[in-house]
């Protein structure tokens, strides 16, 4: 059965899943979502980037001009293409392609150091690597063959020895993602979605797949229109936003949050970290009328997994022990567990099969065995606890630290620290100092004398919890996904 969604004026409308059917029934390939909108949306616009606005007819044109340059080159479809991952219409073409040739994708960011690039093609062993311009071939298209079971894309993770592990999604561990987030965020043609993540981080899939599967419009931003999203907002006319939550915290710092801006804006989503609730306090003032959901996933279980919604008056937020709005539940088609240590599991049609290298599965699967099966639950790494029915992200487990002999959480100190009027944002560390772990904290906002924000700090938490020192930044470093970079941090302190 099938459902009709009101299209946008002058749009057909679009036939998706019905809201009652589970997202596991939908069974389509990656390049399927994207194909789909192009036979029943051909003169909608797919993609605004680099001052162009390209249909889905001209986006699949192209696409299928360089998979046919492609085949000729190469003699053959290839199996692996690697691609740089930048924000020019032929990244998106080149990717399109690949998928249309049935091969597995893995971006690469030339920004990124050489060594660790280097690394990654080691691998992932592309038959082909793009260079970023637009060809046309003259062989023919062979016909498209890709299966569900057959892997779309494989994203590198940074490694506890320091080398890369490759994660392997298939289409079947995109095809429920994707329909599920088409439907709860209720994406039609005419919505114009947000894209912020580089294609080397696994949330950019929804950018992209969740945008052409549902035929709405990607808006590519400059570098620059990413460091004023309000204004990216407003003078493009997004209507879903996606990012990782520092974004807020970042533009707040510039002065680049104006609360007196309209915008179209309906959903703002964030992932990639807690959501703290001082950044949802200043996106909703930003945009009241738009809702906020925050998600929460490893690329191991494809972009997310879980997902909390809070309520539109900021009066009915949830309070939570560490500052930070809930993450879950976890998406009802898929199994979780929470182990005793707080540690949470889950398995199900999004759960990955391993990492390309086999050997780096031992320890992140329970029950922690040789064969994996459809059975076995990916162990995140990540703690949550449930407060008052809502899950909340407390943290990873090498967050959790012992200091003078007592077990506490480093996210509890921070918000302590963000609760400080003259602190906007803060990252706690603990660094080994003789054998002895030592907690130093990192703040953004207005400076305070170390002296004066630890007394303010005793009146709110136990001796032990309270850092030694205090370092004011001007913002808190970021690393490539946008993250909190915590490596550069500890570097700060220890080198």
Known sequence: MTTEIPAAPGLPALTVAPLDESPLAVRNTLYEWFSRSCDRLPDAVALEVDDSRVTYRELRELSDALASALVQEHGAAPGRVALPATRELATYVGYLAALRLGAVVTPLNPAHPKVRNDAIMALARPDVTLDGTLRVGTAPLPPYTAELDDVAYVLFTSGSTGRPKGVPITHANLAPYIAHNIRRFEVEPGHRMSHTFDLTFDPSVFDLFVTWGAGATLVVPGRVELLEPVRYLAERGITHWFSVPSV?????????????????????????????YAQARAWHEVAPDAEITNVYGPTELTVACSEYTLPYDPADWPATSNDTVPIGPVYDFLDSLVLDDGELCVRGAQRFGGYLDPADNAGRFLPDEPE????????????????????????????????????????????????????????????????????????????????????????????????????????????????????????????
């Not at 924000?453 to 996904?481: D, F, K, S, T």
């Open 248 to 276: 807020v915290s970042v533009s707040a710092g510039l002065g680049n949050l104006p609360t007196d801006v309209p915008t179209s804006l309906r959903h703002s989503v964030f992932i990639g970290e807690q959501l703290t």
């Open 372 to 495: 994996l099966t459809a059975e076995h639950y990916y162990r995140t790494g990540d703690r949550v606890r449930q407060e008052d029915g809502n899950w909340v992200h407390l943290g990873r487990l090498d967050n959790q630290v012992k200091v003078r002999g007592y077990r506490m959480e480093l996210g509890e100190v921070e918000a302590a620290l963000r609760g400080h009027d003259a602190v906007r944002d803060a990252i706690v560390l603990a660094v080994a100092d003789r054998g002895e772990n030592e907690l130093i904290a990192f703040f953004t906002g207005d400076p305070v004398p170390t002296t004066d924000l630890v007394r303010w700090l005793r009146g709110r938490l136990p001796i032990h919890m309270v850092p030694r020192r205090c370092h004011h930044l001007a913002e808190i470093p970021l690393n490539v996904n946008g993250k909190a970079d915590r490596a550069r941090l500890r570097e700060l302190v220890t080198s």
